[in-house]
Antibody, heavy 120, light 107 residues
Framework: QVTLKESGPGILKPSQTLSLTCSFS??????????VGWIRQPSGKGLEWLAH???????YYNPSLKSQLTISKDTSRNQVFLKITSVDTADTATYYC????????????WGQGTSVTVSS | DIQMTQTTSSLSASLGDRVTISCSAS??????LNWYQQKPDGTVKLLIY???SLHSGVPSRFSGSGSGTDYSLTISNLEPEDIATYYC?????????FGGGTKLEIK
């Protein structure tokens, strides 16, 4: 059974760094073709893909945010991390992590999301 | 970036209806198109991948079709649990992008 769960600080102030963790089970990031990514959704708005990391440590970033994003993984602990530097109120959103298997090309399992508020 | 457009932002239908949700890409995406369902509690699930392949465990009343720049998701025999917002997503080119969503309500 594949499960993913996001965790984060809940609230932080503008200019701080947002650190998010995705803890997963039911698959391994050492498996060829496997990957995990991050997607966010401001309240009442649509989904925005942020970043993705593959089993071989290849990384993809959304160019609109690339300078602020760092994605990494700890394969032994089944965790993927996302850091967003210099946040502002526009980064207030629910952040989701999702598995993507190369075989389907789709984000086939998603976490429940974690809400992040940026406020002074 | 490839823009994904779902021109219908909300849709009202009756139980048992056949519903079609459309999605258009700003350029050809070679069938690299997925559909997701987001329930009111925020839960997101994959329904369809690569235009028309049904994800494991998804009811057969969901189907997808399309080619080039135009794609659609069809729900036959609408059921109460289908109340949700539906998003298309392309993975032809980075960055992967989503449509704005179509919210489905029951009449």
């Amino acid at each position: 059974q594949v499960t993913l769960k996001e965790s984060g600080p809940g609230i932080l102030k503008p200019s701080q760094t947002l650190s998010l963790t995705c803890s997963f089970s039911g698959f391994s990031l050492s498996t060829s073709g496997m990957g995990v990514g991050w997607i966010r959704q401001p309240s009442g708005k649509g989904l925005e893909w942020l970043a993705h990391i593959w089993w071989d440590d290849d990384k993809y970033y959304n160019p609109s945010l690339k300078s602020q994003l760092t994605i990494s993984k700890d394969t032994s602990r089944n965790q993927v991390f996302l850091k967003i530097t210099s946040v502002d109120t526009a980064d207030t959103a629910t952040y989701y992590c999702a598995r993507r298997a190369d075989s389907s090309g789709a984000m086939d399992y998603w976490g429940q999301g974690t809400s992040v508020t940026v406020s002074s | 970036d490839i823009q994904m457009t779902q021109t219908t932002s909300s849709l009202s239908a009756s139980l048992g209806d056949r519903v079609t949700i459309s999605c258009s890409a700003s350029q050809g995406i070679s069938n690299y198109l997925n559909w997701y369902q987001q329930k009111p509690d925020g839960t997101v699930k994959l329904l369809i991948y690569y235009t028309s392949s049904l994800h494991s465990g998804v009811p057969s009343r969901f189907s997808g079709s399309g080619s080039g720049t135009d794609y659609s998701l069809t729900i036959s025999n609408l059921e109460p649990e289908d109340i949700a917002t539906y998003y298309c997503q392309q993975y032809s080119k980075l960055p992967w992008t989503f449509g704005g969503g179509t919210k489905l309500e029951i009449k």
